[in-house]
């Protein structure tokens, strides 16, 4: 906990000066456009709060906050659908299952936490389009809610089991993997933004290139072998290994959820651009690393 609440505060400290840097910039330079890391800057304060809750106080509030995460994500990226009022009815069958995701995780029923949504909800989702009888866009709706249902509800989830599989070492297993994704996120960013110069995808994020996610990669790794000692039981090798997998599986989901966005909003280029600025924007990351890192970590050791 000690070394939990020191990161935190070395995080908030950060935070503060990063936030007070762009003010004075964005002043200074105002004939460049820094409103991009502006929303960054506000949304890590927000998610900032949130994972303070997840970390320094006990697992039902972690649960409970993480929940409230999960909520938010979904209703976000419901709002990109392009929707029918046959479809109102899947949606609130999705909302319904987030309580009943993380009352598994609750009563330590990892064996229905890893299948519910996966397998029931993907059984029972179509449902409510069959109930309405509805055909028209039948299989865009139901494919597009579970593709939701498996980013912002049950890889998010993985969030709070962790503090439930292991409650000694949870909490510094989450602010761990949470610094390292949002920390790959900036760099590739920032990196980007300066002298990135090839494109992975232009048309989906114009802000990913490869030359971001090299300076990413080999942050990411560093900072996972310098930090690993103080917040998780990792050996070296892990810890090592660690800052690897996060930073290859947060740029692939980054990566992945920009194309998906784009796809959905296809000649909507003002609720796009809105979306930059939503918390959606900053959780794609983690919907990738967390079931990755915590199922890896869950297979090569016991304290899982």
């Known amino acids: 906990m000690n070394s939990s609440l020191f990161t935190l505060l070395l995080i908030t400290g950060g935070l503060s000066v990063i936030h007070l840097i762009y003010l004075a910039v964005s002043r200074l330079q105002k004939d460049k456009d820094y ?3 502006g929303f960054r800057i506000k949304t890590w304060w927000g998610m900032l709060f949130i994972f303070c809750l997840a970390t320094l106080f006990n697992a039902v509030v972690s649960l409970l906050s993480l929940m409230v995460l999960c909520f938010f994500s979904l209703k976000e990226y419901f709002s990109m659908i392009r929707t ?3 479809d109102r009815r899947l949606f609130l069958w999705a909302y319904l299952a987030i309580p009943l995701q993380f009352y598994w995780i609750y009563i330590e029923w990892y064996g229905m936490f890893i299948v519910f949504i996966p397998v029931y909800v993907f059984l ?3 449902l409510p389009r069959l109930l309405n009888k509805g ?5 865009r709706s139901v494919s597009s809610t579970q593709w939701g249902m498996m ?3 049950f890889g998010l989830s993985h969030l709070a089991y962790f503090q439930f599989a292991t409650p000694e070492y949870g909490a510094g297993l989450v602010l761990f993997l949470v610094v390292l994704t949002q920390l790959n996120d900036v760099v590739h960013y920032l990196a980007s933004l300066y002298f990135g110069k090839h494109k992975v995808v232009p048309t989906a994020n114009p802000h990913l290139t490869w030359e971001g996610f090299v300076c990413g990669f080999v942050v990411t790794t560093a900072v996972s072998y310098l930090i690993y000692p103080y917040l998780t039981p990792l050996t070296p090798l892990f810890g090592l290994l660690s800052g690897v997998l996060i930073s290859l599986s947060g740029y692939f989901g ?4 920009s194309v998906l966005k784009r796809d959905l909003l296809i000649g909507d280029d003002d609720k796009f651009a809105a979306l930059q600025k939503s918390y959606l924007s900053r959780v794609d990351s983690l919907a990738y690393t967390s079931p990755i890192f915590f199922h890896v970590i ?3 050791f016991d304290f899982m």
């Open 151 to 153: 980013l912002m509800v």
């Open 298 to 300: 869950r297979y090569f």
């Open 124 to 126: 029972l989702l179509p």
């Open 84 to 86: 029918r009022k046959a």
């Open 135 to 139: 055909t028209l866009g039948f299989l």
């Open 35 to 37: 409103t991009g890391i």
């Open 254 to 257: 980054s990566l992945t959820v």
